[in-house]
T-cell receptor, first 113, second 117 residues
């Protein structure tokens, strides 16, 4: 069965600094990977996805993610963090056999002014 | 595009009553919708997959008689929490996919916070 791990409960970064939110996955077959962001008391917003092609995927709000097959990772990155980026971030995986998404436990990003 | 509307955004009900939550895809047709439950400071737990015109597929451990799911049209799915109890208090989120392909992202409603007193 597919699974996703987000090893950090929280990531703290100063505004203007680069940020990385880590994600590793386990899936049989080709992985289809997604990142979502959740603001308090809201649903999830889609940020980006990796299906195939370039390992560096660019998404919404200046975020990007790097797919690394050998390390089975899909880390979320942003060159310069904003205070407004503070939220809960979820990595998710979907394999070719199932339509459903399996989510990681989430990482809370806190960007300080 | 790809807007999913969920209603109500919050609801408080008394123990023993039933609550219905609606999930609508406003600008696309969704043959499949998903219902998730999120506990405080925890990830999303998939409860069931809702397919238009057929019975929902429930995840292991989810009581189908307690969490009734109906997907009557390509734009509407409902979740009814029957005979609600305080332990059912949670944040419920629906989602839908624009396409049937596995690489289509899910689009989420804003969630419903249910509080059972």
């Amino acid at each position: 069965a597919q699974s996703v791990a987000q090893p950090e409960d929280q990531v703290n970064v100063a505004e203007g600094n680069p940020l990385t939110v880590k994600c590793t996955y386990s899936v049989s077959g080709n992985p289809y990977l997604f990142w979502y962001v959740q603001y308090p008391n809201r649903g999830l917003q889609f940020l980006l996805k990796y299906i195939t092609g370039d390992n560096l995927v660019k998404g919404s709000y200046g975020f990007e993610a790097e797919f690394n097959k050998s390390q089975t990772s899909f880390h979320l990155k942003k060159p310069s963090a904003l205070v407004s980026d503070s939220a809960l971030y979820f990595c998710a995986v979907r394999d070719t056999s199932f339509q459903k998404l399996v989510f990681g436990t989430g990482t809370r990003l806190l960007v300080s002014p | 595009g790809a807007v999913v509307s969920q209603h109500p955004s919050w609801v408080i009900c008394k123990s023993g009553t039933s609550v219905k939550i609606e999930c609508r895809s406003l600008d696309f047709q969704a043959t499949t919708m998903f219902w998730y439950r999120q506990f405080p400071k925890q990830s999303l737990m998939l409860m069931a997959t809702s397919n238009e015109g057929s019975k929902a597929t429930y995840e292991q451990g989810v009581e189908k008689d307690k969490f009734l799911i109906n997907h009557a049209s390509l734009t509407l799915s409902t979740l009814t929490v029957t005979s609600a109890h305080p332990e059912d208090s949670s944040f419920y989120i629906c989602s839908a996919s624009m396409g049937s392909s596995y690489n289509s992202p899910l689009h989420f409603g804003n969630g419903t916070r249910l509080t059972v007193t």
